[in-house]
């Protein structure tokens, strides 16, 4: 297995695997601007949610309130 035309079919997918982890830098820029836009959208989306269980909750004990009262 020490010469290259002896390789593994594992050892030659992990050689490609290594070369595919092996970004330029303008792809890695990308990606970290992707993430950062991601993050911001669940951000967004996590508040929303939180206000909505927040609105629902209100009226429900609001209209508890008012019909008992």
Known sequence: ???Q???SPLDRSLKRLEYDME???ERAQFI???LKRDLRKMKKKQIF???I???ITF???AG???VFM
Do not use: D, G, P
């Open 1 to 3: 297995m020490n010469n």
């Open 5 to 7: 035309n002896e390789q």
């Open 23 to 25: 970004w330029k830098l």
């Open 32 to 34: 970290k601007q992707r």
């Open 49 to 51: 949610i939180k206000s």
């Open 53 to 55: 269980y927040f609105s």
């Open 59 to 61: 009226a429900f004990v």
């Open 64 to 66: 508890f309130l008012f």
